[in-house]
């Protein structure tokens, strides 16, 4: 019975922690981010390459996280509407759409956030990885049932 209600289980707690990150403010998440930021910068010019500066890498890391967060949601979000459909393609695009409502909504609540703002950008972003995960499903779906069309 508990393995029915595990995907949203994880699904819920998971949301929980992208609201919590929408919370911080921005001199939290800055640090952190530039944190990792160093690190990469660091690692780079000990391989000899300076052709990225901070900025740069700072920027990059804060917009992946974006895509990768998403990204997970997708697929949490399609293995527990799967579990509720027991069809795929449902699940796909109910997931995409929910996907994108959550990354306005996260948007909105993280405006409401100290010294943080919310971007139409970064509602693409979110949306690009939500977008990335449900590929990688359907993809991974797909050759599941080319090699047993038994399977859905």
Not at 24 to 46: D, R, Y
Request: glycine fraction near 6%.
């Amino acid at each position: 019975m508990m393995k029915r209600y595990f995907p949203a289980i994880i699904l819920i707690l998971f949301l929980i922690l992208i609201l919590g990150f929408s919370a911080q403010s921005g001199n939290t998440t800055n640090s952190l981010s530039s944190g990792i930021a160093k690190k990469v910068e660091t690692l780079l010019h000990s391989k000899g390459d300076y052709s990225y500066n901070f900025a740069t890498i700072h920027y990059t890391i804060r917009k992946l996280a974006h895509i990768f967060e998403f990204m997970v949601l997708a697929v949490l979000l399609v293995s527990a509407l799967h579990n509720i459909f027991k069809r795929m393609i449902p699940s796909l695009l109910l997931s995409g759409i929910i996907s994108i409502c959550i990354a306005f909504i996260d948007e909105m609540f993280q405006s409401l956030s100290i010294e943080r703002t919310s971007s139409l950008f970064d509602v693409m972003i979110d949306s690009i990885g939500a977008m990335v995960g449900l590929i990688a499903i359907g993809v991974f779906v797909f050759f599941r049932w080319v090699q047993d069309p038994k399977k859905k």
